[in-house]
């Protein structure tokens, strides 16, 4: 927590807001550059408990029919079977089963990460960024972190061999974290 921030203030819960918030990806392709993409539709809580950040919780749920990567082929592509399999697997679900103070700002959150209906535990380092009172009287607050996770492990198996050597597509994904969440009163 800044020095500024008023723990009393920062405790509370809070909901994600979909629209300054970015919950994404990264991928490398072909084995010479990176993709990014995201989730558009994502709704979250989390629970903030500045005093004793072991009670702080959250949960995050992204629809996979939303993953946006700048190119619709590859999004079509990747709402198949091959990937998140959005008919039978619609959402893709975090949720945090403790929280850990790293330093003044950083927390170590572990939680069960559900995709295409395989649940697996993760740990990352989320920093807390700031709060802010909007400009519609809203309390803010931000958290930032990265994760890196092989695909595989939740059933995201499909690829296809380069003539050069390699792959298509890496399995190891890193997952990019940037949330604002409105307190709610």
């Known amino acids: 927590m800044t020095e500024a921030t008023d723990p009393g203030q920062l405790t509370g819960d809070y909901t994600i807001d979909p629209a300054h918030s970015r919950l994404g990806f990264v991928a490398r392709h072909a084995m010479v550059t990176k993709v990014r993409g995201q989730f558009l539709d994502v709704e979250g809580q989390i629970h903030v408990d500045a005093e004793n950040p ?11 029919s939303s ?29 945090s089963t403790s929280v850990r103070p790293k330093d003044e700002s950083t927390f170590t959150v572990t939680g069960d990460l559900d995709i295409k209906g395989n649940s697996k535990p993760v740990e990352f380092d989320l920093e807390y960024t700031g709060q802010a009172k ?4 809203d309390v803010r607050v931000g958290f930032e972190g990265s994760l890196q996770v092989n695909r595989k ?26 949330i604002s969440a409105v307190k709610k009163s």
Not at 54 to 64: L, Y
Not at 134 to 137: A, I, V
Not at 156 to 178: F, H, M, P, Q, Y
């Open 54 to 64: 072991a009670n702080s919780s959250g949960t995050a749920r992204m629809k996979t």
């Open 153 to 178: 492990d939740w059933g995201l198996t499909w690829n296809a061999a380069l003539e050069t050597g390699g792959w298509l597509v890496s399995e190891k994904i890193t997952i990019e974290l940037d």
């Open 67 to 95: 993953i946006d990567t700048g190119q619709q082929q590859r999004d079509e592509h990747l709402r198949t079977a091959d990937f998140f399999d959005i008919d039978n697997h619609p959402e893709i679900v975090f949720t």
């Open 134 to 137: 909007d400009p519609f009287g």
